[in-house]
């Protein structure tokens, strides 16, 4: 089973700040299968980036993914207020077939 | 539009079944894998249970293997889920997601969900 930790687990930033969120898996992955999710209350989660580093339609150019291997980043600049979410990162195969890290919450300082 | 519509959630005593459904529309269903993934309250993201273009592949969580089975009527556009022996760890909002496979493995979209609660 390929475990995903994310890190940190709540991040405190202000607006126009740049947050970097990690995901690290417990063993190496083909970034193809690497994909982030913005969840915000009470809202099901949205695809931002699939395959490591593609963006989804419709997701600005702030938003870029990055990383190989067993590590993996979510890298957010000029934060805006709507950008303050929980992000989720997810692998997919093996077994269990999906899995998806615990999350960080970027919360506003 | 793309739209995924769940229903079928609500209270259930432990050990009682319900049977959620998904209806899709806005694209040809019968071409997607489809998922179900749950969220139970203040916790993250868990997926339950993947069906293929057909029933030939099918596969579940270990947490709800023998208890919960997925299906999909392509004729139509819906998806199912067929969750028997509830207890109150299946407590939970229960997303129905189509999978994409254009340069990755992913979930787009995802439904609005339907709450599940086990109770007593």
């Known amino acids: 089973e390929v475990l995903l930790t994310q890190s940190p687990g709540t991040l405190s930033l202000s607006p126009g700040d740049r947050a970097t969120l990690s995901c690290r898996a417990s063993?190496?992955?083909?970034?193809?299968?690497l994909a982030w999710y913005q969840q915000k209350p009470g809202q099901a989660p949205r695809l931002l980036i699939h395959?490591?580093?593609n963006r989804a339609t419709g997701i600005p150019d702030r938003f870029s993914g990055s990383g190989s291997g067993t590590d993996f980043t979510l890298t957010i600049t000029k934060l805006e207020p709507d950008d303050f979410a929980v992000y989720y990162c997810?692998?997919?195969?093996?077994?269990?077939?999906?899995?998806f890290g615990q999350g960080t919450k970027l919360e506003i300082k | 539009e793309v739209q995924l519509v769940e229903s079928g959630g609500g209270l259930v005593q432990p050990g009682g079944s319900l049977r959620l459904s998904c209806a899709a529309s806005?694209?040809?269903?019968?071409?997607?894998?489809m998922s179900w993934v749950r969220q139970a309250p203040g916790k993250g993201l868990e997926w339950v249970a993947y069906?293929?273009?057909?029933?030939?592949?099918?596969y579940y969580a270990d947490s709800v293997k023998g208890r919960f089975t997925i299906s999909r009527d392509n004729a139509k556009n819906s998806l199912h889920l067929q969750m028997n022996s509830l207890s109150a760890e299946d407590t939970a909002i229960y997303y129905c997601?189509?999978?994409?496979?254009?340069?990755?493995?992913?979930?787009?979209?995802w439904g609005q969900g339907t709450l599940v609660t086990v109770s007593p």
């Open positions: 069906i293929g273009t057909t029933t030939a592949h099918i």
């Open positions: 063993q190496s992955i083909s970034a193809s299968v």
């Open positions: 395959g490591a580093s």
């Open positions: 806005g694209f040809t269903f019968r071409l997607y894998e």
């Open positions: 997810q692998q997919s195969g093996g077994s269990p077939l999906y899995t």
């Open positions: 997601a189509r999978e994409d496979t254009t340069l990755g493995n992913y979930f787009d979209p």
